[in-house]
């Protein structure tokens, strides 16, 4: 069976930082582009950030880019999102998805970990 695990979310105050990973199993993981959505309360869930199946090449959301990196260990199966300067805005529910590259329209979700951002 196919799991998405995210962890790594928590508390943090306006300009810190957290790291999020989310680990992948029962997928042939270098053959899936991650990527990182959220949902905040109240809000649609949207696009945060995504990387290539080889991490050759990632692209954010306007909202984020500059403050977040997304980056993957293919060895390892996990994909990360380090979150820098973190801003109350960021506060939400976050998720990662895997996209397969080698059977177009086949994709996973995780579960979510929360982010909050509050002084």
């Known amino acids: 069976q196919v799991h998405l695990v995210e962890s790594g979310g928590g508390s943090v105050q306006p300009g810190g930082s957290l790291r999020l990973s989310c680990a992948a199993s029962g997928i042939t993981f270098g053959g899936y582009a991650m990527r990182w959505y959220r949902q905040a309360p109240g809000k649609e869930r949207e696009f945060v950030a995504a990387?290539?199946?080889?991490?050759?090449?990632?692209n954010y959301a306007d909202s984020v880019k500059g403050r977040f990196t997304i980056s993957r260990d293919n060895a390892k199966s996990t994909v990360s999102l380090q979150m820098n300067s973190l801003k109350s805005e960021d506060t939400a529910v976050y998720y990662c998805?895997?996209?397969?590259?080698?059977?177009?329209?086949?994709?996973?979700w995780g579960q979510g970990t929360q982010v909050i951002v509050s002084s």
């Open positions: 990387i290539t199946s080889a991490g050759a090449y990632a």
């Open positions: 998805k895997a996209d397969s590259r080698l059977v177009p329209g086949v994709s996973f």
